[in-house]
């Protein structure tokens, strides 16, 4: 097993491609769609996830697609399972597994991640159904005296028992600590927290007994906070960003796939290109991005089986982009 974890995690951040996560909850796509004037219908979420998985060539550029339990669980146009369809193309199917953030008791401001119970089993059931890679998120808050070590000890250890289920399980997961961009703070003071959040992370993945080269971190990048008055350049964020990951990321680890964390389509594009002008790394440096891949193509589509093809180019255009990105 410990072999099929370790070909399963270089597959998702090898040969240059890059993960597309379309995980969104029903209550998240039907904002999506709302936004640009799209009925929120089940049969429009579904067509829009066709739209997007029977992209010609996405595999090009595509190694893995992150799907949530509902879309999982259904069934493309024709009667083929979504997993089956994305292994069909050439593409490992994942699924997300956490159910979550919720407020973390005596933690004002903060949140734990659950859906921890139940999950051995669940994991099976997706095993069965075609699965290769979970992924769970937690969110780490950057404010007037948060994170918490609180909240990063919690974060942290049901992340560890996570990953250490999906590789029982025989799954490769995907670790997603994600420190916000959302505030006024600096780039100094993300680089601070993340540098601190993975420390601890990884502290408890090794604790729990984690094949860290079965594992793709997901990080976000180091950023300045939305709010800031100074943004940092492209050339700071790779900088900055790179220089925490030396510090705290293993050698072990096959691979970094960055979020985009709310970055515009372009600048997270950007980011990851400088990253990898930055040299040679320990760690494949790829992306996982959500609404940097999809928005575009969500906007061309705009539900119209007529536009199909328009959205699809859209989705391949910013997907090689990326691609192209890692090659920089």
Known sequence: MTEQLRTIARTLVGGGRGILAADESITTM???LAKVGIEQTEENRQAYREMLLTTPGLSQWISGVILSDDVFRGRMSDGTPFPEAVAKAGILPGIKVDTGA???ANAPGETVTEGLDGLRDRLKEYASMGAQFTKWRAVIDIGPGLPTTRALDANAHAMA???ALVQEAGLVPIVEPEVLMDGDHTIERCAEVTEVTHHVFFAALNAAGVLLEGIVLKPNMVVSGAGSERQAGVEEVAEATITVLKRTVPAAVPG???????????????????????GPMPWELS???????????????????AQTAAGQEALATRSRNNAMARAA
């Open 161 to 163: 028992r996570y990953a």
């Open 102 to 104: 919720k407020p973390l």
């Open 30 to 32: 039907n904002k999506r």
């Open 256 to 278: 970094v796939a960055f979020l985009s964390g709310g970055q515009s389509d372009e600048l997270a594009t950007a980011h990851l290109a400088a990253m990898n002008k930055l």
């Open 287 to 305: 992306f996982s991005f959500g609404r940097a891949l999809v928005a575009a193509a969500l906007d061309a589509w705009h539900g119209l089986a």
